[in-house]
Nanobody
């Protein structure tokens, strides 16, 4: 079945780094390759927000709050998306999810993965 599995989260001190991974399974390599992928996050009591996107051609875009600190990348051979997070701040604490880009939400992956918890201590 089609699913997304995120990993790599954890507890880190402010200023530290983490690298998140997301594997898309049950979907063809071509379908993964041609679609924009994205990372989202949801902090307690808040709505899920878009963090970063990467197009099929490798063009990236970031939320202002993470620009210059986070880097999104993809490996189309492995059907995997990554999020390198540097200079982490306590306000980055959230559950992080990957999925298709905002326009294609629900069209490629029928449900969200379990996410991976990132906790940044001050």
């Amino acid at each position: 079945q089609v699913q997304l599995v995120e990993s790599g989260g954890g507890l880190v001190q402010a200023g530290g780094s983490l690298r998140l991974s997301c594997v898309a399974s049950g979907v063809s390599g071509m379908l993964f390759r041609i679609n924009t992928m994205a990372w989202y996050r949801q902090a307690p009591g808040q709505q899920r927000e878009l963090v970063a996107t990467i197009t099929s051609g490798g063009n990236t875009n970031y939320a202002d709050s993470v620009k210059g600190r986070f880097t999104i990348s993809r490996d189309n051979v492995k059907n995997t998306v990554y999020l390198q997070m540097n200079s982490l701040k306590p306000e980055d604490t959230a559950v992080y999810y990957c999925n298709a880009g905002p326009i294609a939400i629900g069209q490629i992956f029928p449900s969200w993965g379990q996410g991976t918890q990132v906790t940044v201590s001050s």
